[in-house]
């Protein structure tokens, strides 16, 4: 049996398939999006800790006993800032926040080499405007940045105590030198 866990935007997901990949549980929670003022889109990383939580308890507990596999998805490009102790230093910035257009552009204008190592035109949406945008305005916040994770990566530190992404996600970040990293 395997477990597939999605961290999504409006909620956490929880499937757990066979071996022949027949869907034998499944568990739902919800999640709420703050906006405190235009164009931002935040969640507490505790939420999504408590929401997949109550998912994967959704299940029958003699199906969870059989599991043998879990396997993560889930919102891209957040950034998910945590201090020295592993905690988050503030909410997260979703995929979704807008507010970090002129960091975009003082990053595009600073470091040309964003588009073709990262692969992409630096947008709001990714992560690394994010946290230029904390820089910027948060300084105190920034300071005591020790690591950045994705949404899913911190539901992952949380259920391992390990910090890990994959390639993918990565790439939204605008910190993973996509083209170098293909040829390794």
Known sequence: MFLGIDIGTSGVKAVVLDTHGAVVGQGVAALSVQRPYPLWSEQDPEDWWKATSAAVLAIDPQVRRAVR???????????????ADDRPLRPAILWND?????????????TPEFRTLGGNIVMPGFTAPKLEWVRRHEPEIFAQVATVLLPKDYVRLRMTGEKASDMSDSAGTLWLDVGGAALE
């Not at 596999?69 to 201090?83: D, E, K, V």
């Not at 807008?98 to 600073?110: N, V, Y």
């Open 69 to 83: 596999g879990i396997g993560l998805a889930g919102q891209m490009h957040g950034a998910t800032l945590l201090g």
């Open 98 to 110: 807008g507010r970090s257009f002129a960091e975009c552009a003082a990053l595009e204008a600073t």
